[in-house]
């Protein structure tokens, strides 16, 4: 017994060396400090860095700072800097990307202008540790982006120009560290210029050129190996930070950049991305952030007055140039005092990149003690005020954005739509299913529906056993992704009829249909089982044919007929084409009529949505095949169909599904049939076809007005 104690005694001995007991110790930090923190109304960040403050060496000595930590402190920056680039939306920093550099030259020019004059003249320090110091103030590590990212608004244009900004900044300043330690060494000759550029590009070319190449390639071979996916994106983050660190630059850039390599690859709602967001949020970032308090030396404050002043002065300085950049910005940009407080917000942390740059001058005697010290301060101080000004401008633009009477109204259509997928071969359904998830309005709590509908016969109590079974494995693909799935099976003599009905009960807006093959419930696209379940069915209907994996896909091509834009689906069918454009990250070509765009056009500017697609006007459909020369083997085609009778019906589109299979074999497709008003009931009046007798009004109208003029003409001879 006295040896148990005894052995207990050690094992907890200061600081612990137990590495189980060490990661023990983390794993309750990071569970328990933002559980308490959130009922004081602190942001868990904070938790989090007081955490490492307490049980670091210049706290209660509890962990000390060995390479275990240095590792998993690495990881966690990297990651964050990784998901900041893969949850960039790339579309929107395109569009935005001069305000990015904006923002960048900004809050890069400010601090740095502010800086200089402050430590030179007002400090006493020498032009290599004031320009240094200086320099460290425009730096800005994004310890608060978890925040935005949990609140669901890291795609608002504010945090995509600051993201952008980010790495115009870190990637400048730490140039300027190595050209001052260049410069300081000696060696700061044409040697110098010609090895970064050089390492610089050919970090660029394999990054941009090569690994998107394999990744596609790796995604594509191993599509059923989906755990290998996540091994494979962290090694390739891992590999982008040493080649970063090779070029002459800090790992952080090459982790960020990996992110944009790989960010039109990995879809937002993707399983795989989730993996990627749990694994980061649960464990590497809080053990980064774990560490970021545990460099800070509180007992500095005691070190007397000199201590003091200069860290109340770079925290000043480093505060104020952020804040001027921050408003100039948001004055320029007119964006909102919500944006610009998010704005300041998240540029406001200083951590990775500023500490780097500190102890990397004073291991160089640039920067002295007092620097050094009051730099850890400025960390602490920052990252608290980062985290409470980020959550507070975060949930300020939530408000105001459930405040908008637009978006009021649209939450309240969209949070219970209903997804069905009905199936005849479960096997094809995972495809169909990611498309769903892709798809779905992410307001919505309700799940995507799977459908197998078994023919009433003397086997269909054991179909129903069997297809129950098959359908299991798609309710864990879906978990994988944080949406939930519900299969049903349902007995009927047809096929259309058990669609219908289902859809009707459940109240499915949306019908997900695998593409018609020979022998499959939809024998081939026109035939009367297909007709029957567009003629029973008024909601909009998807049919899919995809054969090769979405991420494949570099561009959306949309051909809409004329008068689309009249159908009541319209507004529903362009919102699931602008969510699979955000979540692929491609962007969109439209082949129509201009009234068409000028309608997208309009809804986009109504609900503020950033989303400028290319145009070329189109209305030669005899010549359909004539759009083969713009067309791409990588295209997702996105073709709008309607049904009978409706308004933008034409007879040419009876054909366009067997020329797409025909001559666009190899291309993913997607073809649509818009909503309409009770589409089998409302198309008839008495029991008389609406659209015929639509028609024959018109030919006797038409013939009435020939009619008159031919009087008139007579009259006038």
Same mark, same amino acid.
């Given at each position: 017994?006295?040896?148990?104690?005894?052995?207990?005694?050690?094992?907890?001995?200061?600081? !612990?060396?137990?590495?189980?007991? &060490?990661?023990?110790?983390?794993?309750?930090?990071?569970?328990?400090?933002?559980?308490?923190?959130?009922?004081?109304?602190?942001?868990? &960040?904070?938790?989090?860095? #007081?955490?490492?403050?307490?049980?670091?060496?210049? @706290?209660?000595?509890?962990?000390?700072?060995?390479?275990?930590?240095?590792?998993?402190?690495?990881?966690?920056? !990297?990651?964050?800097?990784?998901?900041?680039?893969?949850?960039?939306?790339?579309?929107?920093?395109?569009?935005?990307?001069?305000?990015?550099?904006?923002?960048?030259? !900004?809050?890069?020019?400010?601090?740095?202008?502010?800086?200089?004059?402050?430590?030179?003249?007002?400090?006493?320090?020498?032009?290599?540790?004031?320009?240094?110091?200086?320099?460290?103030?425009?730096?800005? =590590?994004?310890?608060?982006?978890?925040?935005?990212?949990?609140?669901?608004? $890291?795609?608002?244009?504010?945090?995509?120009?600051?993201?952008?900004?980010?790495?115009?900044?870190?990637?400048?300043?730490? +140039?300027?560290?190595?050209?001052?330690?260049?410069?300081?060494?000696?060696?700061?000759?044409?040697?110098?210029?010609?090895?970064?550029?050089?390492?610089?590009?050919?970090?660029?070319?394999?990054?941009?050129?090569?690994?998107?190449?394999?990744?596609?390639?790796?995604?594509?071979?191993?599509?059923?190996?989906?755990?290998?996916?996540?091994?494979?994106?962290?090694?390739?983050?891992?590999?982008?930070?040493?080649?970063?660190?090779? $070029?002459?630059?800090?790992?952080?850039? @090459?982790?960020?950049? /990996?992110?944009?390599?790989?960010?039109?690859?990995?879809?937002?709602?993707?399983?795989?991305?989730?993996?990627?967001?749990?694994?980061?949020?649960?464990?590497?970032?809080?053990?980064?952030? +774990?560490?970021?308090?545990?460099?800070?030396?509180?007992?500095?404050?005691?070190?007397?007055?000199?201590?003091?002043?200069?860290?109340?002065?770079?925290?000043?300085?480093?505060?104020?140039?952020?804040?001027?950049?921050?408003? +100039?910005?948001?004055?320029?940009?007119?964006?909102?005092?919500?944006?610009?407080?998010?704005?300041?917000?998240?540029?406001?942390?200083?951590?990775?990149?500023?500490?780097?740059?500190?102890?990397?001058?004073?291991?160089?005697?640039?920067?002295?003690?007092?620097?050094?010290?009051? =730099?850890?301060?400025?960390?602490?101080?920052?990252?608290?005020?980062?985290?409470?000004?980020?959550?507070?401008?975060?949930?300020?633009?939530?408000?105001?954005?459930?405040?908008?009477?637009?978006?009021?109204?649209?939450?309240?259509?969209?949070?219970?739509?209903? #997804?069905?997928?009905?199936?005849?071969?479960?096997?094809?359904?995972?495809?169909?299913?990611?498309?769903?998830?892709?798809?779905?309005?992410?307001?919505?709590?309700?799940?995507?529906?799977?459908? *197998?509908?078994?023919?009433?016969?003397?086997?269909?109590?054991?179909?129903?056993?069997?297809?129950?079974?098959?359908?299991? /494995?798609?309710?864990?693909?879906?978990? /994988?992704?944080?949406?939930?799935?519900? *299969?049903?099976?349902?007995?009927?003599?047809?096929?259309?009829?058990?669609?219908?009905?289902?859809?009707?009960? #459940?109240?499915?807006?949306?019908?997900?249909?695998?593409?018609?093959?020979?022998?499959?419930?939809?024998?081939?696209?026109?035939?009367?089982?297909? %007709?029957?379940? !567009? *003629?029973? #069915?008024?909601?909009?209907?998807?049919?899919?044919?995809?054969?090769?994996?979405?991420?494949?896909?570099?561009? +959306?091509?949309?051909?809409?007929?004329?008068?689309? %834009?009249? %159908?009541?689906?319209?507004?529903?069918?362009?919102?699931?084409?602008?969510?699979?454009?955000?979540?692929?990250?491609?962007?969109?070509?439209?082949? @129509?009529?201009?009234?068409?765009?000028?309608?997208?056009?309009?809804?986009?500017?109504?609900?503020?949505?950033?989303?400028?697609?290319?145009?070329?006007?189109?209305?030669?459909?005899?010549?359909?095949?004539?759009?083969?020369?713009?067309?791409?083997? =990588?295209?997702?085609?996105?073709?709008?169909?309607?049904?009978?009778? =409706?308004?933008?019906?034409?007879?040419?589109?009876?054909?366009?599904?067997?020329?797409?299979?025909?001559?666009?074999? %190899?291309?993913?497709?997607?073809?649509?049939?818009?909503?309409?008003?009770?589409?089998?009931?409302?198309?008839?009046?008495?029991?008389?076809?609406?659209?015929?007798?639509?028609?024959?009004?018109?030919?006797?109208?038409?013939?009435?007005?020939?009619?008159?003029?031919?009087?008139?003409?007579?009259?006038?001879?």
């Amino acid at each position: 017994m006295n040896d148990f104690f005894k052995h207990f005694i050690h094992e907890f001995q200061l600081p !612990l060396q137990n590495p189980v007991l &060490i990661f023990s110790l983390i794993l309750f930090i990071i569970l328990l400090s933002p559980i308490i923190l959130k009922k004081l109304n602190i942001p868990g &960040i904070i938790g989090l860095i #007081i955490s490492g403050v307490i049980i670091g060496p210049y @706290g209660f000595n509890v962990l000390e700072k060995n390479s275990a930590v240095d590792l998993f402190s690495t990881i966690g920056l !990297l990651y964050i800097m990784f998901i900041a680039g893969l949850e960039l939306d790339i579309n929107e920093f395109k569009a935005n990307k001069n305000k990015s550099y904006l923002f960048g030259f !900004l809050t890069f020019i400010i601090p740095l202008g502010i800086g200089f004059p402050v430590c030179h003249y007002l400090l006493g320090y020498d032009v290599n540790t004031s320009f240094l110091t200086a320099s460290m103030f425009a730096t800005h =590590t994004l310890v608060a982006y978890p925040i935005v990212s949990k609140l669901g608004i $890291a795609k608002n244009q504010a945090v995509a120009i600051t993201v952008g900004a980010t790495v115009l900044t870190d990637t400048a300043v730490l +140039i300027i560290l190595a050209i001052i330690m260049g410069n300081h060494a000696g060696t700061l000759n044409s040697d110098f210029w010609i090895r970064l550029i050089v390492s610089l590009s050919i970090f660029s070319a394999i990054m941009f050129l090569m690994v998107p190449r394999i990744a596609k390639w790796f995604f594509r071979e191993l599509e059923s190996e989906r755990h290998s996916h996540y091994i494979f994106v962290l090694a390739v983050v891992f590999f982008a930070a040493f080649l970063a660190e090779v $070029a002459g630059v800090e790992p952080i850039i @090459g982790a960020f950049v /990996a992110g944009l390599a790989l960010n039109k690859l990995i879809p937002h709602s993707s399983a795989l991305m989730n993996r990627i967001e749990f694994m980061g949020n649960s464990l590497f970032i809080p053990f980064f952030l +774990i560490s970021v308090g545990m460099i800070v030396d509180v007992s500095v404050i005691m070190h007397g007055p000199a201590a003091l002043i200069v860290a109340g002065t770079l925290i000043a300085v480093a505060l104020t140039g952020k804040w001027l950049a921050a408003w +100039i910005t948001g004055l320029l940009l007119k964006y909102s005092k919500a944006q610009r407080q998010l704005i300041f917000g998240l540029s406001s942390s200083h951590a990775a990149a500023t500490l780097a740059i500190i102890l990397v001058g004073f291991r160089a005697n640039i920067i002295d003690e007092n620097i050094l010290n009051g =730099t850890i301060i400025l960390i602490l101080v920052t990252c608290v005020f980062s985290s409470f000004a980020t959550e507070k401008a975060s949930k300020k633009i939530l408000l105001d954005k459930q405040k908008n009477e637009n978006d009021i109204l649209e939450s309240s259509v969209m949070n219970s739509e209903q #997804i069905l997928i009905p199936t005849a071969n479960v096997e094809t359904v995972d495809k169909i299913l990611d498309l769903a998830i892709l798809i779905k309005d992410k307001k919505s709590a309700n799940p995507v529906t799977i459908l *197998t509908v078994v023919p009433n016969d003397e086997t269909a109590e054991k179909n129903i056993i069997l297809s129950k079974n098959k359908l299991e /494995a798609y309710i864990q693909q879906a978990s /994988a992704t944080e949406n939930k799935v519900n *299969t049903l099976t349902t007995i009927d003599h047809n096929v259309s009829s058990g669609i219908s009905r289902i859809t009707r009960e #459940i109240l499915a807006d949306y019908i997900l249909l695998g593409w018609p093959h020979k022998n499959g419930i939809l024998e081939n696209l026109i035939s009367d089982k297909f %007709e029957n379940v !567009l *003629t029973k #069915i008024n909601k909009n209907i998807f049919i899919t044919h995809l054969s090769k994996p979405l991420v494949y896909n570099k561009r +959306i091509v949309v051909i809409i007929p004329t008068l689309a %834009e009249l %159908e009541i689906g319209f507004n529903a069918w362009l919102k699931k084409l602008i969510y699979l454009s955000q979540e692929l990250s491609i962007p969109v070509l439209i082949f @129509g009529s201009n009234k068409t765009y000028t309608s997208i056009q309009q809804f986009c500017s109504f609900k503020k949505i950033n989303f400028v697609p290319a145009f070329k006007e189109f209305s030669n459909w005899e010549d359909f095949l004539i759009l083969s020369r713009n067309i791409l083997k =990588t295209d997702l085609l996105f073709f709008v169909s309607s049904r009978k009778g =409706t308004i933008s019906y034409n007879s040419f589109l009876e054909n366009i599904p067997y020329k797409l299979e025909k001559y666009f074999e %190899e291309n993913n497709k997607i073809i649509i049939y818009p909503e309409q008003n009770n589409t089998h009931q409302e198309n008839e009046y008495d029991g008389i076809p609406l659209a015929p007798l639509a028609k024959g009004i018109e030919s006797s109208i038409g013939k009435g007005i020939d009619l008159i003029f031919k009087k008139k003409k007579d009259g006038d001879k």
